[in-house]
């Protein structure tokens, strides 16, 4: 219940910080957004950096962490334009396709083996992309190439942090990753900065201070919980923004949006099912492999 709660609040966070996104973007532009969300969610995480009996985060991978933080600044530009410029459930459900590019990426990168039943799961999430996207067709908007290559970014960007996690904590990663992020995302910033004014200061503080939230509380529901079983939760995050899309910006649900989003969501929930159940399997069975397998 703890795990499902955590994960439940890092949704809303991360549902809240898109949406802050988007009033931000009406007054400054993109990468500026990116700047701001950095270095205020860089300031959010100074008080529990600070709180008694905190370990030193120590690391001796920083050159990674440079490479890391370049390919995840390209994968936030991606999506912050995505968000600013899309219809908000177009958006996060485009986001959603990550995971399909991270098996692949998993596949190529880390040589992990992945069978049938896995694959039929990522082909068929590639589909729900193409509804949305629906190439070719009278509805098709160019911006949504944008957000997909942001989910591609941000799946090269999970391999990434899965290989510092090896050695680093999950809090170390985290504030490295906006140490460089800080510095880097001001550099684009600078070339079309507009000093923001008055409630601009209040949406670019909560995009650093929800997002930097939805992180911590995502990596400790995945603590406490099997992926398998909050991975669900974390789809409520689409009908949150559809309902901020709605009240807000007047926006409404496209009939392919909506069964793109469900097929998308449908497989990644089933490869989040299969990667448990293998897990436990592997769990059960002597330590004799080497390598993950995955199906």
Request: aromatic content about 10%; some cysteine; hydrophobic content about 55%.
């Amino acid at each position: 219940m703890r795990a499902a709660l955590l994960m439940l609040g890092s949704t809303m966070a991360f549902g809240i910080m898109a949406v802050a996104i988007r009033l931000a973007t009406a007054h400054v532009p993109t990468q500026e957004v990116a700047f701001f969300r950095n270095a205020f969610g860089l300031l959010a995480m100074v008080p529990m950096l600070l709180r008694p009996g905190n370990a030193p985060l120590r690391t001796q991978q920083l050159p990674r962490y440079f490479v890391r933080s370049a390919i995840g600044l390209g994968s936030m530009l991606c999506g912050f334009w995505a968000v600013g410029h899309l219809p908000l459930s177009q958006a996060v459900s485009l986001s959603y396709s990550t995971p399909l590019f991270v098996t692949i990426a998993a596949v190529l990168w880390l040589g992990e083996i992945v069978r049938a039943r896995r694959w039929a799961a990522v082909i068929c999430g590639f589909i729900g992309v193409l509804i949305i996207v629906r190439p070719g067709q009278a509805g098709f908007e160019a911006g949504t190439l944008v957000a997909v290559l942001g989910a591609l970014l941000s799946a090269v960007v999970a391999i990434q942090i899965k290989q510092l996690t090896r050695t680093d904590g999950a809090d170390t990663v985290v504030f490295y990753t906006y140490v460089f992020w800080v510095p880097m995302s001001l550099v684009p910033a600078l070339f079309v900065w507009t000093w923001p004014a008055g409630i601009a200061w209040l949406w670019l503080a909560a995009t650093g201070v929800f997002g930097t939230l939805g992180q911590l509380l995502w990596t400790r529901a995945l603590r406490l919980g099997e992926v398998s079983a909050l991975t669900p939760i974390s789809f409520m995050q689409l009908p949150l923004v559809a309902m901020f899309g709605w009240l807000l910006f007047g926006e409404t649900l496209d009939r392919w949006t909506v069964i793109g989003a469900c097929i998308i969501l449908g497989s990644n929930a089933y490869i989040a099912h299969r990667e448990a159940v293998l897990k436990r399997r592997a769990a059960s069975q002597a330590p004799c492999a080497t390598g993950k397998v995955t199906e």
